[in-house]
């Protein structure tokens, strides 16, 4: 095996190619939740949306679910990141939201290339993403 190819196995080992880690993150400590609870369920699937759209146009605020169990998400990237990079910041915040705040329904992710947050209350009005 020669040098080149160690270096590619073990850049992918490292499994991330986004570009950094979080530069912040918060788990609203008043919104607990079950891991196996419907609002939980509901926060995985709104997270596959989240992931799957936020590039196509680098914004996205969206819901999922029924009451009580409904959840909204939003999440942004910055303006002038490629949607490759786009795509590649959400995924990574959103796998990393849920191991950070596995037990939450309000959390807020924040990278240099995007934004992510999700609430079982509706917020995207109060959001200021200026
Ligand atoms: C919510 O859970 C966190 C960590 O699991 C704990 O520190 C916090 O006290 C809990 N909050 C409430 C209101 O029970």
Sequence with gaps: MNLLNMLLISLFLSGCSCRADPLWNSCNGNTN?????????????????????TALTGYIATSLGKDPDKVYGLAECRGDVSSKDCLS????????????????????????????????DYFVREVNTS
Excluded: G, M
């Design 33 to 53: 939740i079950s891991s196996s609870s419907r609002i939980s369920a509901n926060i995985d699937r709104l997270l596959a949306e989240v992931v799957s759209k």
């Design 89 to 120: 910041c959400i995924r990574d915040a959103a796998k990393q939201i849920r191991q950070r705040c596995p037990n939450q329904a309000d959390a807020r992710i924040w990278y240099d290339y995007c934004f992510l947050r999700y609430n079982k």
